[in-house]
């Protein structure tokens, strides 16, 4: 079983940055392909960004390309996400996750949650 937790989250101003980590326990996250999903008050779990065990494949919604980069550091067991030139429609409560597939976009192939980091982007 694996353990999640997310970190970073909190309140910006439009166009920052912020990096979001998420530490994960228990198993190594090397045999899992990991994402983060959000999701905002009103709103659907919503898939942001993925990355494939080995860190060479990524993918995102088309929302946040170019703004936002996945990356994982399977030594460390963690799994970040740079995410530059904030928008409001960015706020919402990011969570961590892992699956088993080799790809996956959809929040029901993945098996384990972390409880969310909550980032808000207000002026």
């Known amino acids: 079983q694996v353990q999640l937790v997310e970190s970073g989250g909190r309140l910006v101003q439009p166009r920052d940055s912020l990096r979001l980590s998420c530490a994960a326990s228990?198993?190594?996250?090397?045999?899992?392909?990991m994402g983060w999903f959000r999701q905002a008050p009103g709103k659907e779990r919503e898939f942001v960004a993925a990355?494939?065990?080995?860190?060479?494949?990524?993918d995102y919604i088309d929302s946040v390309k170019g703004r936002f980069t996945i990356s994982r550091d399977n030594a460390a067991n963690t799994v970040h996400l740079q995410m530059n030139s904030l928008k409001p429609e960015d706020t919402a409560l990011y969570y961590c996750?892992?699956?088993?597939?080799?790809?996956?976009?959809?929040?029901?192939?993945?098996?384990?949650w972390g409880p969310g980091t909550q980032v808000t982007v207000s002026s």
């Open positions: 990355i494939s065990r080995n860190g060479i494949t990524t």
């Open positions: 996750a892992a699956s088993r597939d080799s790809s996956a976009t959809y929040y029901r192939q993945y098996e384990y």
């Open positions: 228990g198993r190594t996250i090397a045999d899992y392909l």
